[in-house]
C-alpha cells in the first residue's frame, strides 16, 4: 500500500512539474549571461575589434560604478516567457527573468544602472523607473528577478524558469520556444479565421499570360493557401534553438515545428523522413549541391496530375500537325509524373583549372528511354537552324549517349563562368544528366562513373560553397567587394569552412530545418563594407 502512494505521489508530482515546463506560451531564454558575454567577445575579436573584447569587463565595471555583475548569476539562464496570446492593442502577458545570487546585490546593479528601485509592496513587488523613464515592476522568486510592465504578472505563485525548457532544450546556448497547443482553442480558431480571410484573397489574371497559364497559378496557389492553413491548424509548437561553436567558427541553428498526432500535416511530415537518394553519391567536397528526394503524395500528388491534365489539354489544342511530336513528348514524362517518388539534384563543381564551374542537374526518371527517343524525333522536326545546334551521340560514356545542345543565353556572365556556350545531356531509363559549359560533358561522364548504389540520406539537403558563390557574383560590379570579402576570408587554412549546410527531415511528427554558417562570413561581410 505505502509503495502504491509512493509511485503515486510521483506520478502527480512528475505531472505538475511537466505541466510547469509547457504552461507557458512562448519561452525564450539564453543558457548564462557568461553565454552572451563570450559571444561578444568572439565576434569582436573576429571582425578585428580586440579592443572591444579585452574592454568588455572594465566597461562593465565602469558602467556600474566598478561593481561589475554583482548580484548577478553569470551561470544560469535569463530570458522572457509569455503566459496568453495578446489581444489586438494589447500588451504581451508575461516577463522577463534574470537569475540572481543576491537578492541586494542585485538591488544595488539596478540602482548603479540609474534604476529607480522602491520599496515592496505586501506581495513582495517592487515598482521600477528605468533609466529612460519607462515604469515596470520587480520581484524575487526562485533565485530570480521578475520584471514585467504589468504588477498583475507578478502576482500569485510565479513559475520557476528552471523548469520552463525541456532537458534537451537546455543543452542550447539559445532557445525560443512556442507552444501553440497552450493558447485557447477560442483564440486559436479566431487566429486559423483571421489566416483564412488574408489568404482567400481573388487571384487576378497578368498580362499576357494565357488562360492555361492563369488556371495552373490559381490552382497552385489556392493549393499553397490550404495547405499553409492546415499547417496551422496543426502545429502545436515550434522551437527555434541557436548554438555558436567558436572552435569550428561554425553557428548552429535549429527549427523545429511539431505537429498534432493524427494530423494530416503530421502525416506529410512523417514522409519526410530519411529518404533513399540515387544521387547523393555525387556530393563532393569541393562543392556545392542541393538534393530533394522526397515522396509523392496528398497535395503535391494532387498538383502533378492537374499539371499533367493541362499539358494534356494543351496539346489538343496545338496545330494537328503538331500534336503527334507534342503527344509522344508528353507519354514520355507522364511516367515521371506518375511515379510516387521523385528526387532531384544540382551540383555546381569547381573552380577548374580554367577558373569555369561545372554544374550537374540531375533528375530521377521513369521510362527515361522514352523521353531520349521522343527527343530525337523532335529533332527530326525542328527548323534546320536548330537542327544545326543540336548534335546527338557526340560523346559516350559507360555505353550512354551524351548529347549536346548550343544555345546563346541571354546572361552575358554565362560564358565567364561556365565557359563554352553548350548544354550536354545524358538519358538513361532511370535518370537524366544535363550538364554546361566548357566542362560539360567530362562532368557527365564522371557523374555516371559515380552512380551506383542509392544512398539514404535526409529529404532535402543544401550545400553551399561560399567560394563558389564569390565565383558565380564577382562579374558583377555591384557585387565584387563582397565576392573578394569571401575569397580573401575563406582562403588558406579556412578554405573548407566556406560551407553552408541546410538539412530538412521529418519524423515522429516533427519537422526539423538545420541550419549551419561559417561565422567568418561576418568577417567578409564587414570586410566588404570598409572596401
Same mark, same amino acid.
Request: some cysteine; charged content about 25%; aromatic content about 6%.
Given at each position: 500500500? $505505502?509503495?502504491?502512494?509512493?509511485?503515486?505521489?510521483?506520478?502527480?508530482?512528475?505531472?505538475?512539474?511537466?505541466?510547469?515546463?509547457?504552461?507557458?506560451?512562448?519561452?525564450?531564454?539564453?543558457?548564462?549571461?557568461?553565454?552572451?558575454?563570450?559571444?561578444?567577445? &568572439?565576434?569582436?575579436?573576429?571582425?578585428?575589434r580586440d579592443d572591444i573584447?579585452?574592454?568588455?569587463?572594465?566597461?562593465?565595471?565602469?558602467? !556600474?560604478?566598478?561593481?561589475?555583475?554583482?548580484?548577478?548569476?553569470?551561470?544560469?539562464?535569463?530570458?522572457?516567457?509569455?503566459?496568453?496570446?495578446?489581444?489586438?492593442?494589447?500588451?504581451?502577458?508575461?516577463?522577463?527573468?534574470?537569475?540572481?545570487?543576491?537578492?541586494?546585490?542585485?538591488?544595488?546593479?539596478?540602482?548603479?544602472?540609474?534604476?529607480?528601485?522602491?520599496?515592496?509592496?505586501?506581495?513582495?513587488?517592487?515598482?521600477?523607473?528605468?533609466?529612460?523613464?519607462?515604469? #515596470? &515592476?520587480?520581484?524575487?522568486?526562485?533565485?530570480?528577478?521578475?520584471?514585467?510592465?504589468?504588477?498583475?504578472?507578478?502576482?500569485?505563485?510565479?513559475?520557476?524558469?528552471?523548469?520552463?525548457? !525541456? *532537458?534537451?532544450?537546455?543543452?542550447?546556448? %539559445?532557445?525560443?520556444?512556442?507552444?501553440?497547443?497552450?493558447?485557447?482553442?477560442?483564440?486559436?480558431?479566431?487566429?486559423?479565421?483571421?489566416?483564412?480571410?488574408?489568404?482567400?484573397?481573388? /487571384?487576378? $489574371?497578368?498580362?499576357?499570360?494565357?488562360?492555361?497559364?492563369?488556371?495552373?497559378?490559381?490552382?497552385?496557389?489556392? %493549393?499553397?493557401?490550404?495547405?499553409?492553413?492546415?499547417?496551422v491548424e496543426d502545429i502545436?509548437?515550434? =522551437?527555434?534553438?541557436?548554438?555558436?561553436?567558436?572552435?569550428?567558427?561554425?553557428?548552429?541553428?535549429?527549427?523545429?515545428?511539431?505537429?498534432?498526432?493524427?494530423?494530416? =500535416? #503530421?502525416?506529410?511530415?512523417?514522409?519526410?523522413?530519411?529518404?533513399?537518394?540515387?544521387? $547523393?553519391?555525387?556530393?563532393?567536397?569541393?562543392?556545392?549541391?542541393?538534393?530533394?528526394? &522526397?515522396?509523392?503524395?496528398?497535395?503535391?500528388?494532387?498538383?502533378?496530375?492537374?499539371?499533367?491534365?493541362?499539358?494534356?489539354?494543351?496539346?489538343?489544342?496545338?496545330?494537328?500537325?503538331?500534336?503527334?511530336?507534342?503527344?509522344? %513528348?508528353?507519354?514520355?514524362?507522364?511516367? =515521371?509524373?506518375?511515379?510516387?517518388?521523385?528526387?532531384?539534384?544540382?551540383?555546381?563543381?569547381?573552380?577548374?583549372?580554367?577558373?569555369?564551374?561545372?554544374?550537374?542537374?540531375?533528375?530521377?526518371?521513369?521510362?527515361?528511354?522514352?523521353?531520349?527517343?521522343?527527343?530525337?524525333?523532335?529533332?527530326?522536326? /525542328? *527548323?534546320?537552324?536548330?537542327?544545326?545546334?543540336?548534335?546527338?551521340?557526340?560523346?559516350?560514356?559507360?555505353?550512354?549517349?551524351?548529347?549536346?545542345?548550343?544555345?546563346?543565353?541571354?546572361?552575358?556572365?554565362?560564358?565567364?563562368?561556365?565557359?563554352?556556350?553548350?548544354?550536354?545531356?545524358?538519358?538513361?531509363?532511370? &535518370?537524366?544528366?544535363?550538364?554546361?559549359?566548357?566542362?560539360?560533358?567530362?562532368?557527365?561522364?564522371?557523374?555516371?562513373?559515380?552512380?551506383?548504389?542509392?544512398?539514404?540520406?535526409?529529404?532535402?539537403?543544401?550545400?553551399?560553397?561560399?567560394?563558389?558563390?564569390?565565383?558565380?557574383? $564577382?562579374?558583377?560590379?555591384d557585387n565584387k567587394n563582397?565576392?573578394?570579402?569571401?575569397?580573401? !576570408?575563406?582562403?588558406?587554412?579556412?578554405?573548407?569552412?566556406?560551407?553552408?549546410?541546410?538539412?530538412?527531415?521529418?519524423?515522429?511528427?516533427?519537422?526539423?530545418?538545420?541550419?549551419?554558417?561559417?561565422?567568418?562570413?561576418?568577417?567578409?561581410?564587414?570586410?566588404? =563594407?570598409?572596401?
Open positions: 500500500m $505505502r509503495k502504491a502512494r509512493f509511485v503515486l505521489l510521483v506520478g502527480v508530482l512528475w505531472c505538475l512539474t511537466a505541466r510547469s515546463v509547457t504552461a507557458q506560451v512562448m519561452v525564450g531564454a539564453v543558457r548564462s549571461t557568461d553565454t552572451v558575454l563570450d559571444g561578444v567577445r &568572439y565576434f569582436a575579436t573576429l571582425v578585428g573584447a579585452k574592454q568588455l569587463e572594465p566597461f562593465l565595471d565602469t558602467l !556600474t560604478g566598478g561593481k561589475g555583475l554583482a548580484g548577478l548569476d553569470r551561470r544560469r539562464s535569463l530570458g522572457f516567457y509569455v503566459q496568453s496570446v495578446p489581444l489586438p492593442g494589447q500588451q504581451p502577458a508575461g516577463a522577463i527573468f534574470i537569475p540572481v545570487s543576491d537578492d541586494k546585490d542585485f538591488l544595488q546593479l539596478l540602482l548603479a544602472l540609474n534604476f529607480q528601485v522602491n520599496e515592496p509592496d505586501a506581495n513582495q513587488v517592487r515598482a521600477l523607473t528605468l533609466p529612460t523613464g519607462q515604469g #515596470a &515592476y520587480l520581484r524575487f522568486a526562485h533565485r530570480h528577478a521578475f520584471i514585467s510592465n504589468e504588477r498583475s504578472q507578478l502576482a500569485g505563485n510565479l513559475p520557476n524558469p528552471d523548469q520552463f525548457l !525541456t *532537458p534537451e532544450q537546455q543543452r542550447h546556448q %539559445l532557445v525560443i520556444s512556442t507552444r501553440i497547443r497552450e493558447v485557447p482553442p477560442a483564440v486559436r480558431k479566431k487566429l486559423v479565421s483571421l489566416l483564412r480571410e488574408l489568404t482567400d484573397k481573388p /487571384l487576378e $489574371r497578368k498580362p499576357q499570360e494565357t488562360e492555361g497559364q492563369y488556371q495552373f497559378r490559381r490552382f497552385l496557389t489556392t %493549393l499553397l493557401r490550404q495547405q499553409l492553413v492546415q499547417a502545436e509548437e515550434w =522551437t527555434l534553438s541557436a548554438d555558436l561553436d567558436t572552435q569550428t567558427h561554425r553557428l548552429l541553428v535549429n527549427l523545429e515545428l511539431v505537429f498534432r498526432a493524427g494530423s494530416s =500535416t #503530421a502525416a506529410a511530415v512523417n514522409r519526410l523522413h530519411r529518404s533513399p537518394s540515387r544521387f $547523393r553519391v555525387l556530393q563532393t567536397e569541393s562543392g556545392s549541391s542541393l538534393v530533394l528526394a &522526397y515522396p509523392v503524395y496528398g497535395a503535391l500528388r494532387e498538383l502533378l496530375d492537374k499539371l499533367a491534365a493541362m499539358m494534356e489539354k494543351g496539346i489538343a489544342d496545338k496545330p494537328q500537325e503538331q500534336q503527334a511530336i507534342l503527344r509522344k %513528348l508528353y507519354e514520355s514524362i507522364l511516367p =515521371t509524373l506518375k511515379n510516387d517518388f521523385h528526387e532531384l539534384a544540382i551540383f555546381l563543381h569547381g573552380p577548374m583549372p580554367d577558373e569555369k564551374l561545372a554544374p550537374v542537374v540531375a533528375l530521377r526518371l521513369r521510362e527515361g528511354r522514352k523521353l531520349e527517343a521522343a527527343f530525337r524525333e523532335l529533332v527530326k522536326v /525542328l *527548323p534546320e537552324d536548330a537542327r544545326a545546334r543540336i548534335h546527338l551521340d557526340a560523346a559516350t560514356s559507360a555505353g550512354h549517349t551524351i548529347h549536346q545542345i548550343e544555345v546563346s543565353p541571354d546572361d552575358k556572365n554565362f560564358a565567364r563562368v561556365f565557359g563554352d556556350e553548350k548544354l550536354a545531356f545524358l538519358v538513361t531509363d532511370d &535518370y537524366l544528366l544535363l550538364g554546361a559549359g566548357t566542362h560539360a560533358v567530362t562532368s557527365l561522364q564522371q557523374a555516371v562513373a559515380k552512380l551506383g548504389s542509392e544512398q539514404i540520406g535526409p529529404a532535402g539537403s543544401l550545400e553551399l560553397s561560399l567560394r563558389q558563390l564569390a565565383a558565380l557574383i $564577382r562579374h558583377n560590379p563582397f565576392a573578394d570579402a569571401l575569397l580573401k !576570408t575563406f582562403a588558406g587554412q579556412h578554405e573548407r569552412r566556406d560551407r553552408v549546410h541546410l538539412v530538412l527531415e521529418g519524423k515522429d511528427n516533427r519537422l526539423q530545418v538545420r541550419l549551419e554558417l561559417p561565422t567568418l562570413l561576418v568577417q567578409a561581410i564587414v570586410a566588404s =563594407t570598409r572596401q
